[in-house]
Structure formats: C-alpha cells, structure tokens
C-alpha cells in the first residue's frame, strides 16, 4: 500500500548524457499535487513540460552532507491558466496519452471522457485486395479500439468499420449489467443515496467500467459515413 502511494504520487526524472540514460524517481512537493487532465490537439510530450537540471556541485543549494547531486526540477503549464474567473481553479496537466487501464493501475483512478481510451475487440485484419468480412486473415489477438475505431498501437490497416460496431455491440451485450444502470448506481453512491458495500476502490472500478461501456456504445454507433 506504501508503495502505491508513493509511486502513484512521484515523478519520473531522466537524465541523458553521452553514454547513459538514467531514469529516476521522486516525490516533489507541490508537482504531486497537479492533477491529470488531457489536453487534445497538444502532440507535445510530457518531458518537454518537465525540466529536470543538476545543480552545480559549488551551488549555494547543493547539501554539503548528500551523497547524490542535487537537481532542479521545472514545471512548465501545457495550458493557459490566467483566464479562469476564480482563484481558486484547479491547474491540470496531462501525465501522458493513455489508456484508462493505465491511469487506474499506476494512478489508482479513472478519467472521464479520455480521448485516448480504448476497449479491447477481436478485430480481423485485412490485405487491400481482400473482401471485408474474409475470414481468412482474422488475428486471434484482440486489438485495442479507440475512438472512430482507429487501432490504438501497432495495428491492421483498412478496419472495416461495420465489424467493429458489431463486434462492440456484440461485447455490450455480454456485460454484466447496462450502462444505464451502472451510471444510475454511481450517481446514487455520489449522492449517498446507496452506498451499499461498495469500497472506495470498487467506485473507481464501476467508474472504469462506465467509461468502457461509453465508448463501446460510441463504437456500436459507427456508420460507414
């Protein structure tokens, strides 16, 4: 559980020099504060927001009694934050273009909405000659499918667009319970009209397990146009 918070909270330095790569791990005050928020349409990369420098050995903030050498660490905004009308706004930044399986298992929740989520469909792959429903190039692998059935990673070309609404369609149908019904049940435990015996961690789960469900439907819903 330490360890979970720990790591859940800290934050990744690299340092690069001629011959090496050395990554790092830290808890810094006040950066383990900012939450995650995505930040579409921004193809930069976490790093760049992220400044990592070691300090000179003579420095006044060099500690004379640490073994290690000191660094400085910078964040810079990925986003304009001086047009809010409160105070009080949170500042978010975007820890990385992930999956929410990633978030809810390094993290320990689950976002909302992540334009780079994706659900897990069986998904056949097909050559540019080939029918679309040949069943001769099925991978037997599930494929990651995000949003507008792109393939998340390394994946097939030219998806056929009907078999991945039918395949999501097909994965709805074999849940457990329905969207509506999930989403009715966590509004009631926000509201603490049912908590029931749900643990804050089975929250999170039924909250990963809407957001599967959203894009499942969103996928069902695909038209050729």
């Not at 810094?28 to 995650?36: E, G, L, Q, S, Y």
């Not at 969207?179 to 966590?186: F, H, P, S, V």
């Amino acid at each position: 559980h330490a360890h979970a918070v720990v790591t859940s909270h800290a934050s990744i330095q690299i340092q690069k020099d001629e011959s090496s790569l050395q990554r790092s791990i830290s808890l810094i005050p006040m950066v383990d504060m900012i939450n995650h928020a995505p930040r579409p349409g921004n193809d930069r990369s976490f790093d760049e927001y992220h400044r990592t420098t070691q300090l000179d050995a003579e420095s006044e903030t060099q500690r004379q009694d640490s073994i290690a050498p000191a660094y400085s660490y910078q964040v810079l905004a990925d986003r304009d934050v001086t047009k809010s009308d409160s105070s009080s706004a949170m500042i978010w930044e975007e820890y990385s273009k992930l999956d929410n399986s990633i978030f809810l298992l390094h993290f320990g929740f689950c976002p909302i909405d992540n334009p780079y989520h994706c659900v897990m469909l069986s998904t056949p792959q097909y050559d540019d000659d080939t029918h679309p429903q040949s069943q001769n190039n099925q991978t037997p692998e599930p494929v990651c499918v995000g949003r507008r059935g792109q393939v998340m990673g390394e994946g097939s070309r030219n998806w056929d667009v009907s078999f991945v609404a039918q395949a999501a369609q097909q994965s709805l149908e074999l849940k457990g319970s329905s969207l509506e019904n999930d989403a009715r049940l966590l509004k009631e435990i926000e509201q603490g009209v049912n908590e029931g015996n749900l643990r804050p961690q089975s929250q999170v789960a039924l909250q990963c397990r809407i957001e599967d469900k959203k894009l499942l439907k969103d996928l069902a819903s695909l038209t050729l146009d």
